[in-house]
T-cell receptor
Framework: DGGITQSPKYLFRKEGQNVTLSCEQN?????MYWYRQDPGQGLRLIYY???????QKGDIAEGYSVSREKKESFPLTVTSAQKNPTAFYLC?????????????FGPGTRLTVL | GENVEQHPSTLSVQEGDSAVIKCTYS??????FPWYKQELGKGPQLIID?????GEKKDQRIAVTLNKTAKHFSLHITETQPEDSAVYFC??????????FGTGTRLLVSP
């Protein structure tokens, strides 16, 4: 059963703590993405990776970090430098090699800072 | 860079009516326009997309139209059902391997 999994579904963090969100895909997609979603707003791109061991900043990368050591995995770390981390975080993946960027999303992780 | 505007922000219809959501984009180089449906607490699901070399695409009760000259595209849902209630997002390709999303439309279908 192919797809994208994110864990955990809900995450609570105290101010000043770093936290890592997991994203795994078994679709054999080369590209992976992290988005942040706030109420009443669209999806904003945090980081994306087109290939293993390479990634680029999106529009709102400050306070976040990523790694891409395996094709299947693209974890996101929310650091204490992120001023307003409470949000819904979405991971997506897409195949490369086509001019059309069909992205498929995971179920999301809701992060709440206490 | 690409900018996508989406209207309306909320849309209420009666079951069986049609619903139309409109988006405009700014970058004439954009060539791919997907639509996503997001149910409460879940990730967005791709429901239909259109590429710049076609003007219209249909899939059962859902259709999308694209006007490249005016730089706008629309989602049409006919014979709406309560299970169509969700938030719908449009997007446009904003450069290689990137999508830029609209701010979403909350559709409510009342029985």
């Amino acid at each position: 059963d192919g797809g994208i999994t994110q864990s955990p579904k809900y995450l609570f963090r105290k101010e000043g703590q770093n936290v890592t969100l997991s994203c795994e895909q078994n679709l054999n997609h080369d590209a992976m993405y992290w988005y942040r979603q706030d109420p009443g707003q669209g999806l904003r791109l945090i980081y994306y990776s087109q290939i293993v061991n390479d990634f680029q900043k999106g529009d709102i990368a400050e306070g976040y970090s990523v790694s891409r050591e395996k094709k299947e995995s693209f974890p996101l770390t929310v650091t204490s430098a992120q001023k307003n981390p409470t949000a819904f975080y979405l991971c997506a993946s897409s195949p490369t090699g086509t001019p059309y960027n069909e992205q498929f999303f995971g179920p999301g992780t809701r992060l709440t800072v206490l | 860079g690409e900018n996508v505007e989406q209207h309306p922000s909320t849309l209420s219809v009666q079951e069986g009516d049609s619903a139309v959501i409109k988006c405009t984009y700014s970058d004439s180089a954009s060539n791919y326009f997907p639509w996503y449906k997001q149910e409460l607490g879940k990730g967005p699901q791709l429901i239909i997309d259109i590429r710049s070399n076609v003007g219209e695409k249909k899939d059962q009760r859902i259709a999308v139209t694209l006007n490249k000259t005016a730089k706008h595209f629309s989602l049409h849902i006919t014979e709406t059902q309560p299970e169509d209630s969700a938030v719908y997002f449009c997007a446009a390709s904003g450069g290689f391997q990137k999508l830029v999303f609209g701010t979403g439309t909350r559709l409510l279908v009342s029985p």
